[in-house]
């Protein structure tokens, strides 16, 4: 079920019951990048849209104010995956990409109605076409706010826009930050692993003779079929020190259990951890949006950080992606969306989807 709500995520997350929420999963408008129709808020101290504030830490602030409710909707075992560029000191309204008029103002528009997208920034110390370094900024903020910051993951686009620019190299990449609440919260790797091409490499001898998962089980507990190498001594000794019932472990928990102290889902053929770095390419979407994150994105995220039957929440919804997937996945979605131009594609996605 597909739950989506026309509104101001700071406005609207605050109707949403305590820890009702499994996942959050979103991306929120950029610090200076474009104005949208319709997304003007009161966040108490101005009167805007979030990203066009007159300082990056007026921005931060506003952002903080978001995740402190994210905080409080999210159950203790929750996740959150955080989707978030940097942006380039230097005057707004030079990097700007007008070319949607249904969405997004014309130049014209936006003069003619004092939008906030032409006020001038200011950028502090921050020197002009400096990387203002938003995220690593609102990293430490959600550190502060008492996050606990589990992974920097790195979305490599292999197939990134091409760039104009001469004097630097082009952005292929962006953090996806994933924190936590707890030390004990859902997470599911088994359901990500990613196969492995070789799954006893690990545990082979010397002869390169491939083994069966029960002869890598044994060769790792010192008893090889005949013409393997045994594992060397000082890594079998470690874990019968640490762990004296290491054979039953073994014995029991082939898969490789998320909570497995030995951590032998390294050595499982089950396949493998796909690590902090996602190469998965964008793709173009015949609705009007600059920018969509493809599905193949969020999968993964949802599947290891919201159990099946579980609530995923975005409260940057832009275009739906994040409840497309959800839905896909057996899992509820929650979608807030300031735009009620958003709202209109977010719901032909889903007639199209059904």
Known sequence: MIQIINGNALDELKKLPDKSVDCVIT???????????????????????????????MYLGHLLMVTRELKRVLKETGTLFW???????????????????????TREEALENGTSFYLGADYGNIPNKSLMMIPERFAIGMIDQGWILRNKIIWRKLNGMPSSVHDRFSNKWEYIFFFVQSKKYYFDLDAVRKPLADPDRMLRGVSGKRLSSQEAIDA???????????????????????????????????????DDPLHIKAYNPAGANPGDVLDIPTRPHKFAHFAVYPETLIEPLIKAGCPEGGTVLDPFAGSGTTGIVAERLKRNAILIEISSEYIKIINERIKNYS
């Open 220 to 258: 790792f507990l010192g008893n090889p079929p005949k013409g393997i190498n045994k594992p060397r001594p000082n890594i079998r000794q470690k874990y019968e020190r640490d762990r004296p019932n290491i054979k039953h472990d073994l014995a029991v928990n082939r898969k490789g259990s998320y």
């Open 83 to 105: 989707n978030m560029g940097d942006s380039y000191a230097g005057k707004m309204g030079k990097r700007q990409g007008w070319n949607d008029n249904e969405l997004s103002y």
């Open 27 to 57: 991306s929120p408008p950029y610090y200076g990048l474009r104005s949208y129709k319709g997304a003007e808020t009161n966040w108490g101290d101005w009167h805007g849209q979030l990203g066009l504030e007159p300082t990056y830490q």
